[in-house]
């Protein structure tokens, strides 16, 4: 019985978990208001980041290109950043916000985008928008490194030391989610307003749901303002969600203003909600509410009906990002399953040193492995080749091909998830969450179970 945590042993990817670095970036940017990246590289890297961003809300966002050509590519392309923020600036007026992002193309010809934005802030915005708030940052993704992940991780530090100042404290608390869905911030939300706990929610992206109105088609774009990014820096606290998403923006903010962070756990399944609303009770010394109590009593209420008759001993494989793929390898030991395969999907050194992935391995009692700069082969290699028996799938709509293809339960989570309808509302994080995860999970093992005559009668009798 071991846990054990791995690389892969090939070079080279099949069927990719993640994308690359500016993904991550792009997805922090379309969180801002009033905000509208420039992705310096070629029209590619906006335009399927766009499509998968599209796919996961059936929503439209803005995001530009600085489109690179061959000769950009020989010669340089900063000129093409001179006149994308330009055009944009005019085209877009109520702009103010253009994170200039670097791709691995304009990384690699080394295209100096900090210093082309010093230009620009010295002619361009000087000369013909003298009286234009614009902020020009320059954000870092060379996608040869980190993933879609660190990408996020980056753009949202690069994010808050632009805008972070110190000034008169606001008696709020920064909450910093991490790569979520709209139905996790209303969840997060909703928790804070029942212990009245004020906050800076980075990112505001409810609205990344957005109502088709009688005017026309809707553009979706976040709600954080500049003021709520310069506001992080007077916060009582900041806590973190998501070690690999937001771990390095919560340490910044302490380190330069003083400001405690806590990072993780990320609050999926009940343990992990006790601690977050520990604690926010902590940082605010507000008492977490009887309605909570009784919130978390409806969930383990709902668990407790799947859970020995439905859920135990079931074996899962989880994808995806890691705070999420971690989070419900907790959850779903919780409920008594066996999470025996675990793929994250870059090359990050420090899962090792990652306290949720060393209690897992001192506890687990059966043998489960944990795959780093994994792809979707080393799932489906296993279940074809090495004789991997599962019982469900738990990753985003990339790996549905194997769910199909084997014939294994698949439950959809994470990012993206196109093939099921409106996944994106509904939280898995909170009490709530805790609740629709595991009846959606087992909905799907239910749905399997019909479909393949399989001890279908015990749901007569349950
Ligand atoms: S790998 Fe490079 S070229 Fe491809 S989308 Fe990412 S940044 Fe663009």
């Known amino acids: 019985m071991s846990c054990e945590l791995k690389g892969k042993e090939r070079i080279g990817n099949i069927n990719p978990l993640f994308t690359c670095q500016p993904c991550g970036a792009q997805y922090a940017s379309i969180g801002i208001k009033d905000c509208i990246g420039i992705v310096h590289g070629g ?38 950043v001179e006149a994308a923020v330009d055009v944009l600036l005019m085209r877009y007026p109520n702009v103010k916000v253009v994170p200039i992002i670097s791709t691995c193309s304009t990384e690699v010809i080394g295209d100096d985008i900090d210093g082309v934005v010093k230009k620009l802030n010295e002619g361009l915005l000087r000369e013909k928008y003298p009286n234009r708030e614009v902020h020009l940052i320059p954000i870092h993704t060379p996608s040869f490194k980190g993933s879609m992940i660190s990408g996020y991780d980056v753009a949202v530090q690069d994010f808050i030391s632009h805008f972070a100042k110190k000034s008169e404290p606001n008696g ?108 926010v009770s902590k940082m605010t010394g507000k008492p977490i509410p009887t309605s909570l109590v009784r919130e978390r009593g409806l969930a383990l209420d709902a668990l407790t009906d799947l859970t020995h008759m439905f859920f135990a001993d079931k074996r899962v494989a989880i994808y995806g990002n890691p ?62 080749n090495e004789g991997l028996e599962l019982d469900l799938i738990l990753g985003h709509s990339k790996g549905r091909f194997i ?46 179970m019909e479909h393949k005559k399989n001890k279908e009668w015990v749901l007569n009798v349950w």
């Not at 029209?43 to 996961?56: E, K």
């Not at 793929?343 to 944990?370: A, C, H, S």
């Not at 769910?403 to 409106?422: K, L, N, Q, T, W």
């Not at 994080?429 to 093992?445: D, F, H, K, P, R």
């Open 43 to 80: 029209q590619g890297c906006v335009m399927f980041v766009r499509l998968l961003f599209s796919q996961h809300f059936k929503e439209s966002f803005e995001i530009a290109s600085s489109s690179v050509h061959e000769d950009g590519a020989v010669f340089g392309a900063l000129n093409r």
């Open 172 to 279: 709020k608390i920064n909450l910093l989610t991490g790569w979520v869905n709209p139905g996790d911030v209303t969840s997060l939300k909703h928790l804070l307003a029942e212990m009245e706990v004020e906050a800076t929610v980075l990112f505001e992206i409810e609205s990344f749901d957005s109502p088709l109105m009688p005017e026309g088609n809707h553009v979706s774009y976040g709600n954080t303002t500049m003021k709520d990014l310069e506001s992080t820096a007077n916060a009582i606290g900041t806590l973190a969600l998501n070690r690999y998403e937001v771990g390095k923006a919560a340490k910044y903010i302490e380190d330069e203003f003083d400001v405690p962070a806590i990072i993780g756990p990320t609050p999926i399944g009940i343990r992990n909600t006790d601690t977050f609303l520990k604690n």
């Open 323 to 384: 705070d999420l793929v971690i989070g419900l390898a907790e959850f779903c030991l919780d409920l008594e399953m066996k999470p025996v395969l675990l793929l994250l999907g870059d090359d990050t050194t420090t899962y090792n040193k990652d306290p949720r992935i060393i209690e897992l391995q001192e506890k687990v009692n059966f043998d489960m492995e944990i795959i780093v700069n994994a792809d979707l082969w080393e799932l489906e290699n296993r279940i074809k």
């Open 403 to 448: 769910s199909i293809d084997y014939d294994i339960p698949m439950f959809r989570v994470g990012f993206p998830v196109y093939d099921r309808a409106g996944m994106h509302r509904h939280p898995i994080v909170g009490y709530s969450g805790a609740t629709w995860l595991a009846e959606q999970m087992a909905n799907t093992i239910f749905t399997d």
